[in-house]
């Protein structure tokens, strides 16, 4: 199983940026993928998660409204689209393949596989 993220970058406070999580060796029927995100000094947090089965969608509150995060079955692709990126937002995000119970998505130790994560810095 592997996941790839991509997509991060610099962008200008206010601007947009859309994170790509390829992955293989996997299904998204069978696996829920979630974005996580880890600032300098502080500890990893759950971005959002696409539940397997249903495709339902969870988010953090620092993020909700801004952040939508979807897939392609097809491509075996998870994308989570950020607008309106905050300074605060910077951080190198993660996507990881795992099967938690809807109420604990946020959970990092319920996740099986990690990608390597892309750097996203929000200037102000």
């Known amino acids: 199983v592997q996941l790839q993220a991509s997509g991060g970058g610099l962008v200008q406070a206010g601007g947009s940026l859309r994170l790509s999580c390829a992955t293989s060796?996997?299904?998204?029927?069978?696996?829920?993928i979630g974005w996580f995100r880890q600032a300098p000094g502080k500890e990893r947090e759950g971005v959002s998660y696409?539940?397997?089965?249903?495709?339902?969608?969870y988010y953090a509150n620092s993020v909700k409204g801004r952040f939508t995060i979807s897939r392609d079955n097809a491509k075996n692709t998870v994308y989570l689209q950020m607008n309106s990126l905050k300074p605060e937002d910077t951080a190198v995000y993660f996507c990881?393949?795992?099967?938690?119970?809807?109420?604990?998505?946020?959970?990092?130790?319920?996740?099986?596989?990690w990608g390597q994560g892309t750097q996203v810095t929000v200037s102000s």
């Open positions: 060796g996997l299904r998204l029927v069978d696996y829920g």
């Open positions: 696409i539940r397997s089965s249903s495709g339902a969608q």
């Open positions: 990881a393949a795992g099967r938690p119970v809807a109420s604990s998505w946020s959970t990092s130790g319920l996740y099986y596989y």
